[in-house]
């Protein structure tokens, strides 16, 4: 369970980010920023963040506020996953993914981010799940995020190294990792889309 001070810190902060991006009154500028400061403290006081990076995460956030949306690839060999390890999660294990750019649907950007996370070229076949995030054992995390995750189909490609990930390997079922990236997949998403695999006519999980 999130705890409620993050609850309602996200919900007053979405509440601040859209009310800056339409008004037009100085004053309730003013007073948005003001709560925007004490949420900042909130945050920095319970995560035990530095206070200076929290101030600069919410600067970066502006016009209305909405989910963002994590994307990831399920792509299997035979019977086994496609995972990477995560360079920015001290090297755990997940699906290759990322965040949705713009101007890209969201299997395009599932595409690019397999491609440039494991080196396989890819195309999206049928959308998984779309599931919020909060209600699936995931970290507590300070944006209201959607997960979603596509099957995918190699078409070409060899397994590679990036930036962001150090291996590239593929797990059965009886061997998947334990060290997994929680913010990013959980092992009750990887069983279930072991389930999909075994059972094409499954539908698209979602809640």
């Known amino acids: 369970m999130e705890p409620k001070w993050l609850e309602w810190t996200r919900s007053l902060q979405s509440i ?5 991006n339409y008004t037009q009154n100085p004053y309730d500028k003013q007073r948005y920023i003001q709560i925007t400061d004490i949420l900042a403290e ?25 989910p963002r949306m ?30 949705a750019d713009v101007n890209e649907t969201p299997a395009e950007s599932t595409v690019r981010e ?7 070229i890819v195309k999206a076949t049928k959308l998984l799940a779309l599931l919020d995030k909060t209600k699936h054992g ?42 997994l990236s929680q913010g990013r997949v959980t092992m009750g998403q990887l069983k279930r889309f072991f389930e999909h695999h075994r059972n094409p006519d ?4 979602f809640d």
């Open 138 to 179: 995931h970290p507590p995390d300070m944006f209201y995020i959607y997960k979603v995750f596509f099957l995918c189909e190699i078409t070409g490609g060899e397994a590679t190294n990036s930036l962001e990930t150090s291996e590239v390997a593929f797990f059965r079922e009886d061997e998947l990792p334990t060290d």
């Open 70 to 99: 994590d994307v990831r690839g399920v792509v299997f060999k035979d019977d086994a996953l496609l995972m990477v390890r995560e360079t920015l999660d001290n090297n755990r294990w997940t699906l290759p993914g990322g965040w």
């Open 114 to 120: 397999v491609y440039e996370e494991s080196g396989y």
């Open 16 to 20: 601040v980010q859209t009310g800056l």
């Open 202 to 205: 499954l539908p698209t999980d």
């Open 42 to 66: 909130i945050v920095a006081t319970y995560s035990d963040t530095d206070l200076s990076i929290v101030r600069d995460l919410f600067a970066q956030q502006y016009g209305p506020s909405t």
